[in-house]
T-cell receptor, first 111, second 112 residues
Framework: DAGVIQSPRHEVTEMGQEVTLRCKPI?????LFWYRQTMMRGLELLIY????????DSGMPEDRFSAKMPNASFSTLKIQPSEPRDSAVYFC?????????FGSGTRLTVV | KQEVTQIPAALSVPEGENLVLNCSFT??????LQWFRQDPGKGLTSLLL?????REQTSGRLNASLDKSSGRSTLYIAASQPGDSATYLC???????????FGAGTILRVKS
């Protein structure tokens, strides 16, 4: 079991560019979550999916953020256009029904 | 709205001490509670998961307790080691959804 796999590990981009973060959950886990972590706000839930269906996206900060889960083994979080205040570590996590496993995160820096 | 609070925010102890980290939550209607460890610049590692029907879970030198009715959990670390230095996060899952609500964490430093 390779765990939850996120890519890229680090991303540096210029303001206004599109950024796409990727996540491969653990096989058999039916829930997938995107979190953002900053020093100021800690860990915040952005969106989560159950069986590939978005359940709660109330944490998505703005329309610039979008997330998809086209199948059970892949999800993306897209920011378009990116802004410096989007700089954070973005974590993906998956869960079979109880208990979470987190990926190593993507550190995003928008300059 | 569920709120999770962790006390203390930071803790520094000499190696070998036993220590307790505290977590409280405002809404007792939780499905489970999970303790995580996060090393600087790294992801979250799950330490212990306690279901709402359970009172405690143990793994090695770690013991987590849950008092659902009073909205409290503690993480007990026995014989602390410098390698235990990290941020410890408490999080609850609500019965009515799968969302994890996190506390702000306790930064632990164990001095050799």
């Amino acid at each position: 079991d390779a765990g939850v796999i996120q890519s890229p590990r680090h991303e540096v981009t210029e303001m206004g560019q599109e950024v796409t973060l990727r996540c491969k959950p653990i096989s058999g886990h039916n829930s997938l979550f995107w979190y953002r972590q900053t020093m100021m706000r800690g860990l915040e839930l952005l969106i989560y999916f159950n069986n590939n269906v978005p359940i709660d996206d109330s944490g998505m900060p703005e329309d610039r953020f979008s997330a998809k889960m086209p199948n059970a083994s892949f999800s993306t979080l897209k920011i378009q256009p990116s802004e410096p205040r989007d700089s954070a570590v973005y974590f993906c996590a998956s869960s079979p029904a109880s208990g979470y496993t987190f990926g190593s995160g993507t550190r995003l820096t928008v300059v | 709205k569920q709120e999770v609070t962790q006390i203390p925010a930071a803790l520094s102890v000499p190696e070998g001490e036993n220590l307790v980290l505290n977590c409280s939550f405002t809404d007792s209607a939780i499905y489970n509670l999970q303790w995580f460890r996060q090393d600087p610049g790294k992801g979250l590692t799950s330490l212990l998961l306690i279901q709402s029907s359970q009172r405690e879970q143990t793994s090695g030198r770690l013991n987590a307790s849950l008092d659902k009715s009073s909205g409290r959990s503690t993480l007990y670390i026995a014989a602390s080691q410098p390698g235990d230095s990290a941020t410890y996060l408490c999080a609850v899952t609500m019965e009515y959804g799968n969302k994890l609500v996190f506390g702000a964490g306790t930064i632990l430093r164990v001095k050799s």
